[in-house]
């Protein structure tokens, strides 16, 4: 009698019968330092070992075979291997076992040990015949989000992946900290389309308080912000352009020690011609924490969103990323122009659209062949993404005369011709293209009527800087 009630008597239900019916108690295990047991060595073994040698669990594999994978994992000492089958008795002291073989036999008969020595254990096979459940788990800042769905893992899976996916972007925020400390996030928002910021910096902007933006950054991710959070406008900070970063600056110190969590929205990557050092300095010496996003560069996928490639094999080894809002004669400036233009690989130009023709003639000037092949983007991976092609020698023309304004990014050199045609445009309605290298003809699309459409205002700005 005493027998039946304990479970394990003649009669007693078995896994499969016994709360056949009933939901898992869902629960974390605590395995650092504990035997967790696993039978098998293949495909499915490879997938949940991490997990298990990343919450610090002592782990004795047994199989004749492992992949690849696992063997090096037992070579490097994470875990241990004992080549050979199962056998009664490999269960001993174990917390938790992990049973994941070919062999239904072997299951079974790891099973068997598992219920008689209490070991909860997860069967692969057989999930009704298993006491234990993986579920499906994913990590987002420091959460871990876990789901059962009545033993159903590919339902369990994408439940996870929508729980995770809204951690990381912001749209499912944790509850607020009551007396958190403020600190500053420079964020890199990316080239423009608001689908390029890094996950990190969504979900920052998600929790922020204060978001400072300025031109540069990408504006439509503004639109998303909850109606609580303060978006200050940095192009509007008063004093005028001569003080605004010092304004700026000061606006990030106030609202951070006020307390409240502060997101710098920049365009591209704030420590590319985005003065995001100078703002890291200026709130390490007010004493408030700096948290650096780093964001995607315009110099390396506006020209990608438009099908050029920055290096190419057989075509260009090198690129170099120049600044262009200085003019190549002014004392002021810092680039080695005649070293530039003895280079043969791509030269990416930023906040260069207003020196164009200074800059093309002092490349020329000083060896760059007139005919090398230029692109202009404008506005790329947004819906008012151009393209203007020219060569060095007619691409100050060409530019003007399709009308292009800043923000652009200007790539110089053979890659301009690579795959023409191959990648479509970065944006929701495709590159809007005109011109030829030789500075004849315009067209948008297909290369016929007129390039010169309306640009279409507020969009994010290619050169990093702000």
Do not use: C
Not at 56 to 73: F, N, Q
Not at 102 to 111: E, H, K
Not at 181 to 202: C, E, F, S, Y
């Amino acid at each position: 009698m005493s027998e039946s009630k304990s479970g394990t008597g003649p009669g007693a239900p078995t896994p499969r019968d016994a709360g056949a019916d009933l939901p898992a108690y869902p629960v974390g295990l605590r395995l650092a330092g504990r035997r967790v047991v696993v039978v098998g060595g293949g495909t499915v073994v490879q997938r949940r070992l991490p997990a298990l040698l990343a919450a610090g669990a002592d782990v004795l594999l047994v199989a004749p075979e492992v992949t690849p994978s696992v063997e090096a994992m037992a070579a490097a000492g994470e875990l241990t291997w004992q080549r050979r089958p199962f056998a009664d008795g490999d269960l001993d002291g174990a917390w938790y076992a992990l049973i994941a073989t070919d062999d239904p036999a072997t299951n079974n008969a790891a099973s068997a040990e598992a219920e008689s020595r209490r070991v909860w254990a997860v069967r692969s096979d057989d999930a009704s015949a298993a006491t234990a459940w993986t579920p499906a788990t994913g990590q987002s800042e420091g959460v871990t989000v876990a789901v059962l769905t009545g033993r159903d893992p590919r339902r369990s899976a994408a439940v996870r992946d929508a729980v995770v996916e809204r951690l990381h972007d912001g749209t499912l925020g944790a509850p607020r900290h009551r007396g958190r400390t403020g600190g500053v996030a420079l964020v890199g928002g990316g080239p423009g389309d608001p689908d390029l910021i890094t996950v990190r910096g969504r979900r920052l902007l998600a929790e922020a308080d204060v978001v400072v933006a300025d031109r540069l950054g990408p504006r439509d991710l503004l639109a998303e912000l909850p109606p609580h959070v303060e978006v200050i406008d940095a192009a509007k900070i008063p004093y005028g352009r001569a003080m605004a970063q010092e304004a700026i600056n000061d606006a990030l110190v106030e609202h951070a020690k006020a307390g409240r969590s502060v997101v710098r929205l920049k365009g591209g990557d704030p420590f590319v011609f985005g003065r995001g050092m100078e703002e890291a300095e200026q709130l390490a010496e007010a004493g408030v924490p700096v948290t650096v996003v780093p964001g995607i560069t315009s110099a390396v996928s506006v020209p990608a969103a438009v099908g050029i490639p920055v290096t190419h094999r057989g075509v260009a080894h090198e690129f170099t990323v120049v600044s262009g809002h200085v003019a190549p004669d002014d004392p002021r400036s810092l680039v080695d122009w005649p070293a530039l233009a003895r280079l043969r690989g791509t030269l990416v130009l930023l906040m260069a659209v207003e020196r164009l023709g200074e800059i093309a003639a002092a490349l020329v000037r000083h060896g760059r062949d007139a005919d090398t092949p230029v692109a202009v983007v404008q506005e790329g991976t947004t819906a008012g993404e151009r393209r203007v092609d020219a060569t060095l020698a007619t691409v100050a023309e060409r530019a003007a005369a399709e009308g292009i304004r800043p923000p652009a990014v200007v790539v110089v050199g053979d890659v301009v011709s690579v795959g023409s045609g191959a990648v479509r445009g970065g944006s929701d309605g495709g590159t809007q293209r005109s011109g030829s290298r030789n500075g004849s003809g315009s067209g948008s699309g297909n290369g016929s009527g007129s390039g010169s459409g309306g640009v279409r205002g507020g969009g994010p700005a290619h050169a990093d800087e702000s």
